[in-house]
């Protein structure tokens, strides 16, 4: 249980073994921080943001990827220590540029010891019927694909390293699916089975461990847009999603320690407990709680004969 001085936020390490295999099979208890280098992509903003500063903050160097420059700069000038900040203009659904990456990190920073996948895109609450082929596919490049990309194109780098990391951002639509976010959930689905596999393949064989978070709401800018689509109050949405910064500090725990699978998150915690016992309840709550801002007008029910 968290401490009384972050009670707005949760963390629930798993019933399952995915944690103690991915911590035990390296023979380390915990990876350093301080002195090692991290790749974190999404780092321009919200929960990558916070956890390249969270990095910086315990004395590592971090390669910070975005699309958005000028995000970046921003991330920067927020650092404890500017200097342990590199910032990366990087499409990670560019396959080719993902695998051209590690060899422009290791050029400036000599070594990768860790590797954060967060960069993400929303559904932007829209059901099937709504969403165009083209933004489909760009939903499983950018959360699916670039995160397998960027696995691949990192991992004999960290095996070289006497200790190694991933971390994959899943969601909470991993969990349970919410209205109008069929293929943001089944890209972070992917991602969570992909990341609990690839644990699989490097157990007993590997000094890298994965690991795989699934937060729930947080409060970024992406959550302040997706609350004013709902209708939602902001201060009501703010107050019910957990802080970046105390998801970051989670995030980089966990993932130091070798923690194979990771809950954050009050909605995440609940929803995770309760898909334990009943789908069908877990989707009736998720529905609850989006359903009505994504179908503001229900359609009339069909006498049936």
Not at 14 to 21: K, P, W
Not at 24 to 49: D, K, L, P
Request: hydrophobic share 45%.
């Amino acid at each position: 249980m968290p401490d009384a001085r972050h009670d707005d936020d949760i963390v629930h390490d798993s019933a399952d073994t995915f944690g103690q295999l991915s911590s035990e099979h390296n023979g380390r208890s915990s990876m350093q921080v301080a002195g090692n280098v991290f790749v974190v992509t999404g780092a321009g903003n919200g929960i990558g943001r916070c956890v390249a500063l969270e990095l910086i903050g315990r004395g590592a160097t971090v390669a910070g990827a975005d699309l958005d420059e000028q995000a970046l700069a921003r991330t920067a000038a927020l650092a404890s220590d500017p200097s342990r900040f590199t910032a990366y203009r990087l499409d990670i659904a560019d396959r080719d540029a993902v695998a051209a990456f590690p060899d422009t990190v290791i050029a400036a920073h000599g070594q990768v010891d860790g590797l954060f996948n967060i960069a993400g895109i929303p559904q932007n609450l829209q059901t099937l019927a709504g969403i165009s082929d083209d933004r489909i596919e760009t939903l499983m490049r950018v959360n699916f694909f670039g995160a397998v990309w960027m696995s691949r194109a990192f991992l004999a780098h960290l095996e070289a390293r006497p200790a190694g990391a991933i971390m994959n951002t899943s969601s909470l639509s991993a969990i349970a699916p919410f209205p109008g976010s069929a293929v943001y959930g089944a890209s972070k689905a992917a991602l969570a089975l992909f990341s609990y596999g690839l644990a699989q393949d490097l157990r007993g064989s590997s000094k890298v461990t994965v690991t795989t978070v699934l937060p729930g709401t947080v409060w970024t800018d992406l959550v302040r847009q997706v609350s004013q689509q709902m209708g939602a109050p902001e201060k009501l949405a703010e107050g019910f999603a957990a802080k970046p910064e105390n998801v970051a500090r989670r995030m980089v725990d966990a993932t130091m320690k070798g923690k194979g699978r990771v809950v954050i998150g009050k909605d995440a915690h609940v929803f995770d407990i309760v898909r334990r016992f009943s789908t069908r309840a877990a989707d009736r709550l998720s529905y609850l709680q989006v359903g009505r801002g994504v179908y503001k007008k229900r359609p009339e029910s069909t006498p049936r004969s």
